[in-house]
């Protein structure tokens, strides 16, 4: 049963923040874009704050419950134990790529760092490692639903 709820829990919040990385890819990336860099930055001074305020805490529970519905899995014997652990790996992945890439970028957006001239460039970047993260997100979503 406790595995079922983990896993349940699981998919559900995953399923949420792949909306929501899809989301921000398909709408909010393509108007960050299309925005002159000046005006980009001062948006983002405070938008940046709000967007961090939402996906810090979906991205920790998008983590931190494959990780427990994997333990679970392999501590009380699921038949998909070695399924489980997919998505706890690809989640801790992506929080990497957000600590190693995403938190200095977003940053230098806020901040305003990066400097007009490097905004351009710095969104090429930042759409790649978003669309690596959105991919990854997919996959543990994926293999998240198959274990139900």
């Given at each position: ?33 299309a925005m002159d860099p000046e ?18 805490p979906l991205t920790i529970l ?28 690809i989640t801790l992945v992506m ?54």
């Open positions: 049963m406790i595995i079922e709820l983990f896993q349940l829990a699981s998919s559900f919040v995953l399923g949420l923040l792949v909306g929501s990385l899809l989301t921000e890819a398909l709408i909010l990336l393509p108007y960050w874009r005006e980009f930055l001062n948006l983002h001074g405070s938008l940046g704050p709000r967007l961090y305020g939402y996906f810090a998008a983590t931190v419950l494959p990780v427990l519905a994997a333990i679970t899995s392999v501590v009380f014997g699921s038949a998909f134990f070695n399924l489980s652990i997919v998505p706890a790996i929080l990497f790529i957000y600590i190693i890439y995403f938190k200095g970028a977003n940053e230098s957006f806020k901040t305003g760092s990066v400097g007009v001239d490097g905004v351009s460039e710095e969104l090429e970047r930042w759409s790649k490692w978003h669309w690596v993260r959105v991919s990854l997100g997919l996959v543990a979503f994926f293999i998240s639903l198959l274990i139900l």
